[in-house]
């Protein structure tokens, strides 16, 4: 029986995606069927009592966690938390999660998490206890060999802490439940950067395939949080100009390049990129249509749509969000022929960092920074490599190529299992 979807664009965007690669598997429509498929969808209800002069209210936050599969490995995907969080957009999250962890050939399933909430509207008292009642409701289907959070839109090393505190009441102190969480806690060296520095990497990689010299290329990020911020330092090392950057509220524009260091300061002191010394204020929607090399949407989703797609003036757009160009935006992109680098491939150190944080607890063996860097770009070197052949030898794009790598793998180990 086929299963129920809810409407949700980043689910249509993925759906569509998937079919590309479907049909290049030639995969039958019960195979289709169970890779769509999640393994367990659960939804809780959180009530807190928040506190404010009139003495506080109850309130009823909805939490999720969706379990996708687990063919290949444990569950591991992100927590998030964020007012827009719903079953459809943590049902495709944790979907993709499959098929990056599958991509970068490493023993996890995909799964994702979410609490729909406002944390601006919250002390850091109430998000604690809020954090600490979802771990509490959701622990009979955690565990270390079971399902494995991380941070994600929203979340932080602290909110990991948390979480790891609330689980060790019942199984004793177990570090490898989470990942992304504080180096005094057994997080690992390199974990906060790891997500940045992949998008980086894979972005000069890339860009050096197409003759298009990294150093003095001409870069602009959508996004300045800890993904954007570290992918802007390293390419600003590399000798890029990233000539354009954004937050949540607007956009900072410098046609001669802006100084990384100097924002990152800034951001520090006030809170947002806004009043940046040297640069002019842009919009969001300007900053993706400013003609560019290179376009790094590291932000939320179906930011590229039907809506600017045919602006898009960059000739590499490489997605360190998750899903930020929707399935009708990526075909305009690619009739132009505009080179996309999928989610699942730009982004992936953040779940390999991620892997070797949680090898390094259940070793009870810290890692030096070196050795996790090192370990990092052999692997998205090597898979790089994987999809860019692929993508040859299929005569597509790199997006489907990479799908068509990562399913085959899911697919293969649901056959070896037998389920």
Known sequence: MPVEREHCQCQDTQFHFLERAFESLQLRAAQRELLLSSFRETAISIPLQTHGSNGGELQTFMGYRVQHNHARGPFKGGLRFHPSVNIGEIRALAQLMTWKTALVDIPFGGAKGGIAVDTSQMSQHALEILTKRFAQKMAPILGVHQDILAPDVGTNPQVMAWILEEYSKSHGFTPAIVTGKPMELGGSAGRLEATGRSVAYITSKVATDMSLPIKNASIVIQGFGNVGSYTALHLAAMGSHIIGLSDARKGVYCKTGIDISLAQRHVNETGWLEGLAGTEPISNAELLELPCDIL????????????????????????????????????????????????????????????????????????????????????????????????????????????????????????????
Request: aromatic share 8%.
């Open 296 to 419: 790094i949407p590291a932000a939320i989703e179906a930011t590229i749509n039907c809506d600017n797609a045919d602006a898009i003036k960059a000739r590499l757009v490489v997605e360190a969000a998750n899903i930020p160009i929707t399935h009708l935006a990526d075909t305009t992109l690619r009739e132009r022929d505009i080179t996309i680098v999928p989610d699942i491939l730009a982004n992936a150190g953040g779940v390999l960092g991620s892997y070797y944080e949680w090898v390094q607890n259940l070793q009870e063996f810290p890692w030096e920074e070196d050795t996790v860097f090192k370990r990092l770009e052999q692997r998205l070197s090597r898979v790089y490599q994987q999809v860019r052949d692929l993508a040859k030898q299929g005569k597509t794009d790199l997006r489907t190529a990479a799908y068509e790598l990562a399913i085959g793998r899911v697919n293969k180990a649901i056959a070896l299992r037998g389920f």
